[in-house]
């Protein structure tokens, strides 16, 4: 059977609808879009909401057993109509190929402060390396970690040993429980009972995938992270988009000119923010039908102080792309350019600061020690020396710690020439020789142009 994309599932409903269903059902990729591509497939398969309540049995694959799921699959329902097994975060599609996905998602939430969410990838990788919690990742040598997790060991792991590991870690089901499974479909099971599969990644080369490719259906709604930057872009795009559209048709509006551009700029790919901000927005609109620019201008917010954060962050980790995006989105929402490089200045003063505590003797500072490591022992003894009225120490110690991390990126001549450059775009712009986003750019380029790594 073909595996059908995001732009597909309608023929899949209409499948069901005409009465044409499969044993087994995979839904893989983004998780809030499989859990609402799984929900309008349970409501095609049980149409009246009282029978979802009696006929849909909910799984955590996480702590799922899949003989007990097996065991459900195969007994007949006590209740009339179509018996549903729902397993989200199945583990069955799990191996050392999708061990990549989750360090990822898990590095990009510790990142962005979703610690609970950092802390569940990062059990999944603990789970299909066969790592106990107590294990230290910066203990496990290149070959060992290739060896356990299929890819190369990342160069910057200190982040991972400040991440909170659930309770819990439950291995990943390598051979059992898929083969269960792949046994049971490839016997009769009653005619009525569905196996729903929710997964947030899996391995497409699994015997289990495979099977289910032959004798049910699936449904990709993974943004392919093998494609360009534009490809992957384009296809995050478009499901936020559909996510919008769909839930401004249920509040019964439409998007006038430049809202969806806009919505998807202040939301991008985060699919609960985008239904919930266009949630907000019906219901701001009331009784109009099509909403404005100007409605989302005034209920969706992308903050001043929340993208200044963004640019900063930009620059620190010394991604000029995305620091030339957001100087130019902070321009057009009437930010004044002299706001800007004050800005700037302010954060390559504080990576000069770092820096140079770097070099200091004492306290020595040595790279690549983890969160809990830095703060008991280095942080300490430098706030008793004589810096610790720094105000650049008055923060979180975890920002202090990412901040010496960024720090690590730029050698000190660098960080004065850029405060050099800053007074410079400082001179063209208050002289007007020059256009404002071309002395931005301009700096941009220098600065980050790739000169002065570590």
Not at 20 to 33: A, K
Not at 200 to 205: H, I, V
Not at 345 to 350: A, D, S, T, V
Not at 422 to 443: C, P, Q, R
Request: charged share 25%; proline share 4%; net charge positive.
């Amino acid at each position: 059977m073909p595996v059908y994309q995001r732009q597909n599932v309608s023929k899949v409903i209409k499948e069901i609808h005409n009465n044409r269903t499969s044993p087994v059902y995979l839904i893989h990729g983004e998780r809030y879009l499989c859990q609402e591509v799984a929900r309008d497939i349970i409501a095609a398969l049980l149409p009246e909401e009282k029978s979802r309540a009696l006929n849909v049995k909910k799984i955590n694959g996480e702590t799922e057993n899949p003989a007990q799921t097996i065991a459900h699959l195969k007994t007949h329902s006590l209740f009339p109509g179509r018996q549903v097994l729902r397993v989200m975060d199945s583990k069955l599609f799990f191996s050392k190929a999708v061990a990549k996905n989750f360090w990822d998602k898990a590095k990009k939430a510790a990142r962005e402060n979703e610690e609970e969410k950092a802390g569940i990838n990062l059990a999944r990788v603990y789970g299909i390396g066969g790592l106990d919690k107590d294990d230290d990742l910066a203990e496990i040598s290149a070959s060992q970690w290739k060896k356990l997790l299929g890819f190369t060991k990342p160069q910057d792991i200190s982040w991972a040993q400040s991440v909170k590991l659930p309770d819990s870690i439950s291995p990943t089901q390598e051979g059992d429980g898929a083969a269960l499974v792949a046994e049971t479909l490839e016997t009769t099971i009653p005619k009525n009972n569905i196996l729903l599969l929710i997964a947030e990644a899996a391995d497409k080369r699994k015997k289990i995938y495979k099977l289910i490719d032959q004798l049910g259906v699936i449904i990709d709604l993974s943004v392919d992270s093998g494609a360009t930057q534009a490809t992957r872009k384009s296809s995050s795009d478009a499901a936020i988009t559909d996510l919008i559209l769909k839930t401004m048709k249920e509040f019964g509006k439409k998007p006038g000119p430049s809202v969806i551009k806009l919505l998807l700029d202040r939301v991008g790919f985060h699919p609960v923010a985008a239904v919930r901000e266009t949630e907000k927005l019906a219901l701001y609109c009331g009784e109009k039908e099509t909403i404005t620019a100007a409605d989302v201008d005034a209920i969706v917010s992308w903050t001043r102080e929340d993208a200044i954060y963004e640019l900063n962050e930009a620059v620190a980790t010394r991604n000029i792309e995305q620091a030339l995006v957001l100087s130019a989105k902070l321009r057009e929402n009437g930010l004044h350019p002299l706001a800007l490089v004050a800005s700037l200045r302010n954060l390559i003063r504080k990576l000069l600061f770092f820096r140079s505590m770097q070099y200091q003797e004492k306290p020595p500072y040595p790279r690549g020690q983890s969160f809990g490591v830095f703060q008991k022992g280095y942080l300490a003894q430098l706030k008793k020396s004589r810096h610790e009225s720094s105000p650049f120490l008055s923060v979180h110690p975890f920002v202090i710690y990412k901040t010496f991390q960024q720090a690590e990126r730029f050698e000190i001549k660098i960080l004065r020439k850029g405060l050099r450059e800053l007074l410079l775009v400082e001179y063209s712009l208050k002289g007007g020789g020059i256009n404002d986003a071309l002395a931005l750019d301009n700096f941009f380029f220098s600065f980050l142009g790739g000169h002065g790594q570590h």
